[in-house]
């Protein structure tokens, strides 16, 4: 097979603009069941497709970038109205399932950014995007930080944006209720490591199960994170780079928890290591995390034990920004892999060499939250628009 890494450039347009046209009634298998491939199984069940979903280790399982606790949703992405309107929209259906499921799965906790500049783009250019859907942040002086929050230490900022609209979904949670809800509705599901068979004549023509059976269907859709790039590398190992990811639970002061507890989710926009943090993260700690890239990663063999220098630094940050946590136990930790495209933006494009062999992925650090946006997404390309 040729290298046909230049072929792909994702991007929005890729996302929103796919019209396969596969008649209803035709089989897709779709493997992978995190929160892109759970969701996108859903659609195309209700879309009316005959859908066999595969998972290697389960929906929302330890290695999967979607099994960790929690997950920070928001809408603000900069310039970018895209992504914007696709949490609106995700927003909107994680309401919707929540109630339908009778599981809380959102939590509206609110977002709270941490600028130091008097311009920090990645927020003020989402402002218009926030008044065209009536979502508007609300414009913190470091007064009012200190009085809502007085754990935040606000010294070397210049203010703060709250946005009230968002806040952090249940994880692994969301991922198994998915699954539940997808087998509830007619789906099939099967646990096995799937590995591509052979490309012929433009089609992929089968996968093979580790059980060592073969799996054949009209359409196939790999949605495997941060596995697509060691599943296809000729196609696919210079896009989807995988890196470790670090997540320290902290113990807030036995005193305190309720507030803490009640802070929104928070963003420190320091345009370096950028940290963020779940302080309620469904009662396992004050969550930290830091969305600088970590060292390359193998998802099925790398151990999940954190790095002690990763562990100082969030440490030495977090006993900077909130001051009452120093010396706070660590009472979890969590590795996860991001699976990064290039340039961010999520990928929904065909092998070049077989027209109906599907790929999605790409969520890089950000995927989680845009789950049911996607899938509905996902189906509606599929049925052709
Ligand atoms: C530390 C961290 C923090 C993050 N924070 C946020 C956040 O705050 N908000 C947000 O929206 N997003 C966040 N993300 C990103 C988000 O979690 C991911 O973008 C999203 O979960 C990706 O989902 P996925 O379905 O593509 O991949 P995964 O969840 O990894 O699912 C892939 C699935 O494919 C299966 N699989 C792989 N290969 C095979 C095979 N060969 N055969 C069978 N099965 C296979 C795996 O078992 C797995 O279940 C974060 C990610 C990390 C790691």
């Known amino acids: 097979m040729s290298n046909n890494t230049n072929t792909f450039s994702p991007s929005p347009t890729k996302i929103k603009d796919q019209k396969i046209g596969l008649p209803k009634g035709s089989s897709i298998t ?12 859903l659609y195309l069940l209700r879309a009316g497709y005959k859908v066999t979903l595969v998972d290697a280790w389960g929906a929302g399982n330890s290695r999967s970038s979607s099994g960790d606790e929690t997950r920070v949703i928001r809408s603000t992405y900069g310039d970018n109205e895209f992504y914007f309107d696709l949490n609106v929209r995700a927003l909107t259906l994680w309401k919707e399932h929540q109630k339908k499921w009778n599981k809380q799965l959102f939590f509206n906790a ?33 007064a009012a930080v200190q009085k809502k929050y007085p754990m935040v230490h606000t010294d070397n900022l210049s203010h703060a ?22 087998v509830k509705e007619g789906g099939n599901f099967v646990q096995a490591y799937v590995t591509p068979g052979e490309i012929k004549a433009g ?19 790999f949605a495997c994170g941060s596995w697509l790039g060691q599943l296809f590398p000729e196609v696919l190992g210079n896009i989807i780079t995988c890196t470790k990811q670090e997540v320290f639970y902290f113990g807030v002061p036995k005193e305190q928890a309720q507030q803490y507890d009640q802070m929104p989710a ?63 136990p660590v009472v979890e930790s969590r590795v996860c892999p991001y699976e990064n495209s290039p340039d961010g933006n999520f990928i ?23 789950g049911p946006a996607l899938g509905e997404l996902v189906a509606k390309g599929f ?3």
């Open 161 to 182: 944006w709250l946005d009230p609209y968002g806040g952090y979904l249940k994880a692994r949670e969301s991922a198994q209720a998915v699954m539940d809800a997808y």
């Open 348 to 370: 929904f494009e065909s092998h070049p060499e077989a027209s109906n062999l599907w790929f999605l992925g790409g969520g890089s650090g950000h995927g989680f939250k845009h």
């Open 266 to 328: 928070w963003i420190d926009v320091d345009g370096k290591d950028f940290y963020y943090g779940i302080p309620g993260n469904a009662n396992r700690g004050f969550k930290i995390g830091v969305d600088l890239r970590g060292e390359k990663f193998d998802p099925t063999t790398g151990e999940r034990v954190s790095n002690p220098q990763v562990l100082a630094d969030a440490r030495k940050f977090i006993e900077m920004r909130f001051p009452g946590l120093k010396g706070a």
């Open 203 to 221: 089609q992929l023509n089968n996968i093979q199960l580790s059980d060592g059976s073969t799996l054949k269907s009209d359409a196939y859709l």
């Open 383 to 385: 049925v052709g628009g």
């Open 30 to 41: 779709l493997v992978g069941a995190g929160a892109f491939g759970g969701w996108s199984a």
């Open 110 to 142: 609110g977002v709270i950014w941490f600028c130091y500049n008097e311009k920090t783009p990645l927020v003020d250019d989402s402002i218009p995007f926030a008044k065209k859907h009536q979502m508007e942040y609300e414009h913190m002086s470091l």
